[in-house]
């Protein structure tokens, strides 16, 4: 049996590359909970648990997540056995409730790790991958319009990306309009436009902010109002014509049933770390595909383990009708990662090799770790 002989975290605070402007707070830097997990036979495997504004965007900070690990998660899975990962998701689940991401970092060390000893990459655990590229969306949030049209100029001449997410939400309806009419008009029919809410509006905002969209030509609208308000957000989607994307309001497959059954969004904005873990990611997929919504792989704006992770079971699904936006290493000042992931011709490109296929660049981890108290040889495990 290969047990499960150590768990360590480390939180890393990283710059953004300009200020990331959302409903509910603007992001400077980003805070990662990196997780290796140590086996028995001398293998390891690798985690990230990410969460977006500190506890501004949901429950989980960084210092939650490695406090459920450290104290709870980890204490529990010691000694267990590192191959059955099923067995290791029931344990975690029975001793933390909640706390999505924090299970997730973990669970994505145990699948990495697993895949590593099989030698195979972590989709073929998931069945194997369909694809080896997907499209990625970047988010424009900068808080200005003419900041953002440049941005956007510049991904569609390099060809990075011609799909776009708008941070909205922040101002009142009627601004956030006239802001995204402006980015619309600038580009035209080269790009998708998009916009995401993070919750902020109300009902009655979100009625008037749906039609705007609309007229604009907007192709979709994610979380317009509180994750809670599933009733409404169906009122939302049979309403109007423009799409709309369930995210805050997904918290694991039984959100995902509860949102399905009542057909209140047309797009599930699938996380792993929201989920719970791939798994739990996986079962979310599922639903939304017996229910015929439609799916995108969203993210936390994880670094490149949790993006990489990502990557390997999105690779797996096979209908992927918004894409994604698995481009959290690219909002960053620095990569943690060795091997750094491909983004070009507009699609983010799913690293190969074994497991999550990328490897921590050491001295990058060193380097961004918030406490620096420990040399370089104790994470390298030397
Ligand atoms: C969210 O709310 O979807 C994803 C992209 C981005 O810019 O923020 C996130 C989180
Ligand atoms: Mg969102």
Redesign the pocket.
């Known amino acids: 049996m290969t047990k499960i002989d150590q768990i360590e975290t480390w939180i890393l605070d990283i710059p953004t590359i300009r200020g990331?402007v959302?409903s509910m707070t603007t992001m400077r830097e980003q805070s990662v909970v990196l997780v290796r997990v140590r086996f028995s036979d001398g293998s390891i495997g690798l985690g990230e648990g990410t969460s977006?504004g500190g506890m501004s965007?949901g429950a989980e900070s960084a210092e939650s997540i490695k406090s459920a690990i450290d104290c709870y998660i980890g204490p529990a899975l010691i000694g267990h056995d590192g191959d059955n990962i099923n067995g290791a998701i029931a344990l975690a689940e029975k001793v933390v409730r909640g706390n999505p991401i924090a299970r997730c970092a973990v669970e994505t060390a145990l699948w990495d790790g697993l895949a590593r000893r099989l030698d195979v990459p972590l989709s073929q655990l998931f069945g194997g991958a369909v694809r080896e590229a997907m499209p990625c969306?970047w988010?424009l949030?900068s808080g200005n319009s003419e900041t953002d049209i440049a941005e956007a100029l510049e991904m569609i001449e390099t060809r990075r990306h011609n799909i776009f997410?708008l941070?909205i939400g922040k101002r009142p309806v009627r601004a956030d309009i006239e802001h995204v009419g402006k980015i619309k008009q600038a580009l035209g029919d080269r790009a998708s436009i998009r916009v995401?809410v993070?919750q902020a509006w109300s009902i009655h905002d979100a009625r008037w902010g749906l039609k705007g969209l609309q007229e604009i030509g907007v192709d979709l609208v994610?979380?317009p109002i509180r994750a809670g308000l599933t009733t409404a957000l169906r009122g939302l989607t049979t309403g109007y014509e423009i799409a709309v994307m369930a995210?805050?309001a997904l918290q694991g497959p039984e959100d995902a049933m509860s949102v399905a059954a009542e057909r209140s969004a047309d797009v599930f904005?699938v996380?792993i770390a929201q989920s719970g873990g791939l798994k739990r990611g996986s079962e979310v997929v599922a639903i939304a595909q017996a229910a015929g919504i439609e799916l995108y792989a969203?993210?936390?704006?994880e670094a490149g383990i949790g993006t990489a992770a990502a990557l390997q079971l999105f690779a797996t699904v096979d209908q992927l009708a918004w894409g994604s936006?698995l481009?959290?290493p690219l909002?960053l000042t620095d990569q943690i990662q060795a091997e750094p992931i491909t983004y070009a011709d507009f699609s983010v490109h799913v690293p190969q090799g074994p497991g999550i296929a990328v490897t921590l660049d050491l001295d990058k981890v060193e380097f961004y770790r918030r406490d620096r108290n420990r040399s370089l040889h104790s994470i390298a495990g030397e």
């Open positions: 990331h959302l977006i965007y969306a988010t949030a997410k941070k995401d993070n994610e979380q995210d805050e904005a996380k969203g993210t936390m704006l936006e481009f959290g909002l």
